[in-house]
T-cell receptor, first 119, second 113 residues
Framework: DAGITQSPRHKVTETGTPVTLRCHQTENHRYMYWYRQDPGHGLRLIHYSYGVKDTDKGEVSDGYSVSRSKTEDFLLTLESATSSQTSVYFC??????????????????FGPGTRLTVL | KQEVTQIPAALSVPEGENLVLNCSFTDSAIYNLQWFRQDPGKGLTSLLLIQSSQREQTSGRLNASLDKSSGRSTLYIAASQPGDSATYLCAVRPTDSWGKLQFGAGTQVVVTP
Protein backbone atom coordinates (compact mmCIF):
# COMPACT_ATOMS: atom_id res chain seq x y z
CA ASP A 1 0.00 0.00 0.00
CA ALA A 2 1.10 3.54 -0.77
CA GLY A 3 2.29 5.41 2.34
CA ILE A 4 -0.55 7.89 2.75
CA THR A 5 -2.00 8.93 6.08
CA GLN A 6 -4.77 11.35 6.87
CA SER A 7 -5.45 13.11 10.14
CA PRO A 8 -7.71 13.29 11.91
CA ARG A 9 -9.67 10.22 10.81
CA HIS A 10 -12.87 11.49 12.39
CA LYS A 11 -13.90 14.99 13.43
CA VAL A 12 -17.08 16.60 14.67
CA THR A 13 -17.19 20.36 14.68
CA GLU A 14 -19.68 23.21 14.80
CA THR A 15 -20.82 25.54 12.06
CA GLY A 16 -18.54 28.55 11.68
CA THR A 17 -15.40 27.00 13.14
CA PRO A 18 -12.21 26.58 11.11
CA VAL A 19 -11.06 23.04 10.34
CA THR A 20 -7.78 21.76 8.90
CA LEU A 21 -7.30 18.27 7.52
CA ARG A 22 -3.84 16.89 6.89
CA CYS A 23 -2.58 14.48 4.28
CA HIS A 24 0.92 13.06 4.65
CA GLN A 25 2.74 10.85 2.11
CA THR A 26 6.02 9.01 2.26
CA GLU A 27 6.19 8.20 -1.48
CA ASN A 28 7.69 11.50 -2.67
CA HIS A 29 4.94 11.75 -5.29
CA ARG A 30 4.65 15.08 -7.00
CA TYR A 31 0.86 15.32 -7.31
CA MET A 32 -1.55 15.42 -4.38
CA TYR A 33 -5.33 15.75 -4.44
CA TRP A 34 -8.23 16.39 -2.08
CA TYR A 35 -11.61 14.82 -2.89
CA ARG A 36 -14.90 14.70 -1.08
CA GLN A 37 -17.30 11.77 -1.30
CA ASP A 38 -21.03 12.20 -0.83
CA PRO A 39 -23.88 9.74 -1.46
CA GLY A 40 -25.15 10.03 -5.01
CA HIS A 41 -22.24 12.23 -6.11
CA GLY A 42 -19.30 9.89 -6.11
CA LEU A 43 -15.93 11.56 -5.57
CA ARG A 44 -15.46 15.19 -6.52
CA LEU A 45 -12.15 17.01 -6.70
CA ILE A 46 -11.75 19.96 -4.34
CA HIS A 47 -8.16 21.10 -4.94
CA TYR A 48 -4.97 19.57 -6.18
CA SER A 49 -1.26 20.31 -6.07
CA TYR A 50 1.35 19.66 -8.74
CA GLY A 51 4.34 20.62 -6.62
CA VAL A 52 5.41 22.49 -3.50
CA LYS A 53 3.46 25.75 -3.32
CA ASP A 54 1.75 24.95 -6.65
CA THR A 55 -1.97 24.36 -6.26
CA ASP A 56 -5.13 24.69 -8.35
CA LYS A 57 -8.88 24.44 -7.92
CA GLY A 58 -11.05 21.46 -8.65
CA GLU A 59 -14.76 21.36 -9.40
CA VAL A 60 -16.01 22.02 -5.83
CA SER A 61 -13.42 24.41 -4.37
CA ASP A 62 -15.71 27.08 -2.88
CA GLY A 63 -15.26 27.32 0.89
CA TYR A 64 -11.96 25.41 0.86
CA SER A 65 -8.32 26.43 0.71
CA VAL A 66 -5.15 24.35 0.54
CA SER A 67 -1.47 24.69 1.22
CA ARG A 68 1.58 22.63 0.41
CA SER A 69 4.84 23.81 1.94
CA LYS A 70 6.57 20.42 1.74
CA THR A 71 6.38 17.59 -0.78
CA GLU A 72 4.99 15.21 1.81
CA ASP A 73 2.20 17.35 3.30
CA PHE A 74 -1.00 18.72 1.76
CA LEU A 75 -3.39 20.61 4.03
CA LEU A 76 -7.07 21.26 3.39
CA THR A 77 -8.68 24.09 5.35
CA LEU A 78 -12.32 24.92 5.79
CA GLU A 79 -12.16 28.56 6.87
CA SER A 80 -15.68 28.57 8.33
CA ALA A 81 -17.27 25.13 8.27
CA THR A 82 -20.88 24.74 7.11
CA SER A 83 -23.24 21.76 7.36
CA SER A 84 -22.96 21.27 3.58
CA GLN A 85 -19.30 20.40 4.11
CA THR A 86 -20.21 17.31 6.13
CA SER A 87 -18.61 14.59 4.06
CA VAL A 88 -15.86 12.03 3.82
CA TYR A 89 -12.63 13.59 2.59
CA PHE A 90 -10.00 11.61 0.72
CA CYS A 91 -6.46 12.52 -0.15
CA UNK A 92 -4.76 10.95 -3.16
CA UNK A 93 -1.30 11.01 -4.71
CA UNK A 94 0.15 10.27 -8.09
CA UNK A 95 3.32 10.83 -10.04
CA UNK A 96 2.86 10.81 -13.82
CA UNK A 97 6.59 11.37 -14.20
CA UNK A 98 7.19 7.83 -13.05
CA UNK A 99 5.36 6.57 -16.14
CA UNK A 100 6.98 8.85 -18.69
CA UNK A 101 5.06 12.09 -18.38
CA UNK A 102 1.71 13.64 -19.23
CA UNK A 103 -0.82 11.34 -20.81
CA UNK A 104 0.86 8.19 -19.63
CA UNK A 105 -0.28 5.83 -16.93
CA UNK A 106 -0.69 7.67 -13.63
CA UNK A 107 -2.45 5.56 -11.08
CA UNK A 108 -3.82 7.51 -8.14
CA UNK A 109 -3.36 6.09 -4.66
CA PHE A 110 -5.82 7.03 -1.97
CA GLY A 111 -5.58 7.60 1.76
CA PRO A 112 -8.00 6.04 4.28
CA GLY A 113 -10.28 9.10 4.46
CA THR A 114 -11.44 11.59 7.10
CA ARG A 115 -15.07 11.63 8.15
CA LEU A 116 -16.07 15.22 8.97
CA THR A 117 -19.37 16.13 10.58
CA VAL A 118 -20.38 19.79 10.85
CA LEU A 119 -23.24 20.36 13.29
CA LYS B 1 -18.47 18.69 -19.39
CA GLN B 2 -17.47 15.04 -18.95
CA GLU B 3 -20.13 12.88 -17.31
CA VAL B 4 -19.36 9.39 -16.01
CA THR B 5 -22.23 6.99 -15.33
CA GLN B 6 -22.27 3.56 -13.72
CA ILE B 7 -25.34 1.37 -14.06
CA PRO B 8 -26.65 -0.43 -12.09
CA ALA B 9 -26.07 1.35 -8.78
CA ALA B 10 -26.27 -1.98 -6.95
CA LEU B 11 -25.90 -5.62 -7.91
CA SER B 12 -26.26 -8.90 -6.05
CA VAL B 13 -24.99 -12.21 -7.44
CA PRO B 14 -24.45 -15.72 -6.05
CA GLU B 15 -20.91 -16.90 -5.46
CA GLY B 16 -19.26 -18.35 -8.55
CA GLU B 17 -21.15 -16.23 -11.02
CA ASN B 18 -19.24 -13.84 -13.27
CA LEU B 19 -19.64 -10.15 -12.54
CA VAL B 20 -20.08 -7.56 -15.29
CA LEU B 21 -19.85 -3.90 -14.29
CA ASN B 22 -20.48 -1.07 -16.72
CA CYS B 23 -19.09 2.43 -17.00
CA SER B 24 -19.99 5.01 -19.63
CA PHE B 25 -18.57 8.45 -20.31
CA THR B 26 -19.76 11.24 -22.55
CA ASP B 27 -16.50 12.64 -23.95
CA SER B 28 -14.04 10.30 -25.66
CA ALA B 29 -11.14 12.75 -25.16
CA ILE B 30 -9.50 10.87 -22.30
CA TYR B 31 -5.95 9.87 -21.36
CA ASN B 32 -6.97 6.80 -19.42
CA LEU B 33 -9.69 5.09 -17.42
CA GLN B 34 -9.23 3.53 -14.00
CA TRP B 35 -11.28 1.04 -12.03
CA PHE B 36 -11.20 1.24 -8.24
CA ARG B 37 -12.56 -0.86 -5.41
CA GLN B 38 -13.84 0.66 -2.17
CA ASP B 39 -14.65 -1.36 0.94
CA PRO B 40 -17.06 0.16 3.52
CA GLY B 41 -15.37 2.88 5.56
CA LYS B 42 -12.14 2.57 3.58
CA GLY B 43 -10.27 4.43 0.90
CA LEU B 44 -10.10 3.48 -2.77
CA THR B 45 -7.82 0.79 -4.12
CA SER B 46 -6.79 0.94 -7.76
CA LEU B 47 -7.60 -2.28 -9.63
CA LEU B 48 -6.79 -1.61 -13.26
CA LEU B 49 -5.78 1.33 -15.43
CA ILE B 50 -6.38 1.31 -19.18
CA GLN B 51 -4.63 3.85 -21.33
CA SER B 52 -6.64 5.43 -24.13
CA SER B 53 -4.63 3.52 -26.73
CA GLN B 54 -5.41 0.14 -25.13
CA ARG B 55 -8.46 -2.07 -25.57
CA GLU B 56 -8.19 -4.09 -22.38
CA GLN B 57 -6.20 -4.87 -19.27
CA THR B 58 -6.13 -8.03 -17.20
CA SER B 59 -5.09 -8.80 -13.65
CA GLY B 60 -5.89 -12.21 -12.24
CA ARG B 61 -9.67 -12.72 -12.28
CA LEU B 62 -10.20 -9.12 -13.40
CA ASN B 63 -10.46 -7.98 -16.98
CA ALA B 64 -11.35 -4.44 -18.06
CA SER B 65 -12.18 -3.41 -21.61
CA LEU B 66 -12.29 0.06 -23.11
CA ASP B 67 -14.16 1.25 -26.19
CA LYS B 68 -13.21 4.89 -26.30
CA SER B 69 -15.20 5.74 -29.42
CA SER B 70 -18.46 4.57 -27.86
CA GLY B 71 -17.58 5.90 -24.41
CA ARG B 72 -17.79 2.58 -22.59
CA SER B 73 -15.74 0.42 -20.29
CA THR B 74 -16.63 -2.92 -18.75
CA LEU B 75 -15.07 -4.61 -15.75
CA TYR B 76 -15.39 -8.40 -15.67
CA ILE B 77 -14.73 -10.34 -12.49
CA ALA B 78 -14.62 -14.08 -13.10
CA ALA B 79 -15.93 -16.65 -10.62
CA SER B 80 -17.03 -14.11 -8.02
CA GLN B 81 -16.31 -14.69 -4.33
CA PRO B 82 -17.87 -13.17 -1.18
CA GLY B 83 -14.62 -11.23 -0.74
CA ASP B 84 -15.41 -9.40 -3.98
CA SER B 85 -18.28 -7.63 -2.20
CA ALA B 86 -17.48 -3.91 -2.35
CA THR B 87 -18.28 -0.76 -4.29
CA TYR B 88 -16.56 -0.49 -7.66
CA LEU B 89 -15.89 2.93 -9.14
CA CYS B 90 -14.62 3.94 -12.54
CA ALA B 91 -12.88 7.22 -13.29
CA VAL B 92 -11.66 8.86 -16.48
CA ARG B 93 -8.84 11.33 -16.89
CA PRO B 94 -9.91 13.87 -19.52
CA THR B 95 -7.22 15.22 -21.83
CA ASP B 96 -8.04 18.81 -20.86
CA SER B 97 -7.56 18.26 -17.11
CA TRP B 98 -3.98 17.36 -16.29
CA GLY B 99 -3.90 14.89 -13.41
CA LYS B 100 -7.57 15.22 -12.47
CA LEU B 101 -10.05 12.35 -12.50
CA GLN B 102 -13.80 12.38 -13.15
CA PHE B 103 -15.54 9.66 -11.15
CA GLY B 104 -18.73 7.70 -11.60
CA ALA B 105 -20.96 7.19 -8.55
CA GLY B 106 -20.07 3.52 -8.29
CA THR B 107 -21.76 0.10 -8.35
CA GLN B 108 -22.27 -1.61 -5.01
CA VAL B 109 -21.72 -5.35 -5.38
CA VAL B 110 -22.82 -8.09 -2.98
CA VAL B 111 -21.70 -11.67 -3.62
CA THR B 112 -23.79 -14.11 -1.60
CA PRO B 113 -22.34 -17.46 -0.45
Amino acid sequence: DAGITQSPRHKVTETGTPVTLRCHQTENHRYMYWYRQDPGHGLRLIHYSYGVKDTDKGEVSDGYSVSRSKTEDFLLTLESATSSQTSVYFCAISDPGLAGGPGMADTQYFGPGTRLTVL
Amino acid sequence: KQEVTQIPAALSVPEGENLVLNCSFTDSAIYNLQWFRQDPGKGLTSLLLIQSSQREQTSGRLNASLDKSSGRSTLYIAASQPGDSATYLCAVRPTDSWGKLQFGAGTQVVVTP
